[in-house]
């Protein structure tokens, strides 16, 4: 089928990755875009031409998940070396590390205002984290298995999450309670994403398919069969009118989701796709996979005027008050077995003149402090004070309070800087490192502890439902 203007169109490749791309996320304005892989590398890459890449080195493992927060002045990251990382997004890469989990971490999230960072783990928990003071706030306990992914709700009331366990639950943020659960027992969910009105959310499910939720009916609206593989990642465009879809068969799938069909089919990389997201104003998506390419695509279908669409929404009846736009009401499910109204695009076989883009990349090394659950006590600054940088984290300080960051232009990062370009005497490095690791382990204990105690008072709580039952059945009998 030949192409129209209105069709998703590949603009460019980035290499610079030399394993699978992880995930991937546009800074707020869409300049940059951030990748992580199973190289172990954070990257940084700028949307103008010709401009150098920068890689962050500090994660010891495979980088699970990034995101830029709200303002873009942060970048986080998860990984299978049990740590959380803070990035500041610029040549210097100042970081600051989270220790808090007993297990790889599996994704990291911002709230919509940036003052929280929610992360989930397979240590079966999900953390929340204070972003001004970095400290560690609650854990949630209720699943029973490896937690996969954790999103906070457009207005940050409600934390949705997804575990091996086959569960899909919703948690609110102010009781630190699980409201609501959905279950399958076909597969489990490997992604999930609230809409941008808050209303649903859309998970990626390890079973070839894609379901929309609306949370406030507990119904299943729209179930897509469009995949021949595990899908591993989603994301809706900013307009709620699109969905994306990542998968294991190699194809990234767009779903109209008001019209409840597949409209496109993209076959751009080779190998598994395990990660797309959309640039905050839906002009842009990127996505990466198996073949450590990352590809920036132009959207292009979406040149529908969105106040036009408000309108035309705000007219529908709403569950609830206040009135959400671009509300997704009930279908049935929509396997697309046998369509035809759909458009395949392989740019591999029509894009001549694809520009590529393998731009010279700085290594930057990360010295770093260390927050753990227990041992960052810090207060504000007096008014007379000066705050330096971004937060009280000295490793997120600006350089005039800082030392300034190793960097290296070269593609080798495997030697160290020697103790002459240290700005801490080894000696003193050595035995911090040795308190950190004290310090992990007590970590890990007051954690473990933590959810013993948790799941003794779900155990208490039956009991005591179980003992009103008793009773009330004893009341009747009488």
Not at 460 to 478: G, M, P, T, V, Y
């Amino acid at each position: 089928m030949a192409s129209s203007p209105e069709d998703p169109v590949l603009e460019r490749y980035f290499k610079g990755h030399k394993a699978a791309i992880t995930s991937v996320d546009f800074s707020p304005n869409g300049k940059q875009l951030a990748t992580g892989s199973w190289d172990t590398f954070l990257m940084l890459w700028s949307l103008r031409p010709q401009a150098r890449a920068f890689r962050y080195v500090g994660h010891k493992d495979v980088i699970t998940s990034v995101q830029f927060s709200p303002l873009g002045n942060l970048l986080a990251s998860a990984s299978r070396d049990r740590t959380i990382r803070l990035w500041i997004p610029d040549k210097r890469g100042k970081s600051s590390e989270f220790k808090a989990h007993t297990a790889p971490v599996r994704s990291v999230d911002f709230s919509a205002d940036g003052q929280f960072l929610a992360s989930a783990s397979e240590d079966k928990s999900i953390k929340v984290w204070n972003m001004y003071r970095q400290r560690f706030l609650y854990s949630l306990y209720r699943h029973t298995h490896w937690v996969r992914c954790a999103k906070f709700s457009p207005d940050g009331r409600l934390i949705v999450s997804c575990s091996e366990d086959k569960t899909i639950k919703i948690w609110d943020t102010t009781n630190k309670q699980c409201v609501n659960n959905f279950s399958d027992f076909v597969g489990f969910a490997n992604f999930v994403a609230f809409n941008p009105n808050g209303t649903c959310i859309a998970s990626a499910g390890s079973d070839h398919t894609v379901k929309i939720w609306d949370i406030r009916v507990n119904k299943l609206l729209q179930h897509y069969q469009v995949h021949s593989g595990g899908v591993n990642c989603v994301s809706f465009h900013p307009s709620g009118n699109y969905l994306i879809t990542a998968s294991s068969d190699g194809t990234l799938k767009i779903l109209d989701l008001l019209e409840g069909r597949l409209i496109y089919t993209l076959q751009g990389h080779t190998g598994p796709v395990f990660t797309v997201s959309f640039s905050k104003g839906g002009e842009l998506f990127t996505s990466g996979g198996a073949d450590a390419q990352v590809l920036l695509w132009r959207t292009n279908f979406d040149e529908l005027n969105y106040k036009d669409v408000s309108k035309r929404n705000l007219k529908r009846l709403h569950f609830d008050s206040p009135p959400h736009l671009l509300d997704i009401y009930p279908r049935t499910p929509h396997p697309h077995e046998g369509r035809i109204d759909t458009v395949e695009i392989n740019p591999k076989l029509d894009v001549t003149d694809l520009q590529t883009s393998t731009p010279p990349v700085v290594d930057i090394l990360s010295f770093d402090s260390t927050t753990t659950t227990e041992t960052t006590v810090r207060t504000l600054p007096d008014k007379g004070e000066e705050i330096c940088g971004y937060f009280l984290n000295p490793s997120l300080m600006s350089s005039e309070c800082s030392p300034t960051i190793l960097k290296k232009k070269t593609e080798d990062i495997s030697d160290l800087p020697s103790e002459s370009q240290r700005s801490i005497p080894l000696a003193v490095t050595d035995a911090l490192e040795h308190i950190m690791e004290q310090l992990n382990v007590l970590t890990q204990t007051v954690s473990i502890l933590e959810q013993r105690l948790t799941l003794t008072e779900d155990k208490l709580k039956d009991c005591l439902e179980n003992q009103q039952k008793l009773f009330n059945a004893i009341q009747q009998k009488i």
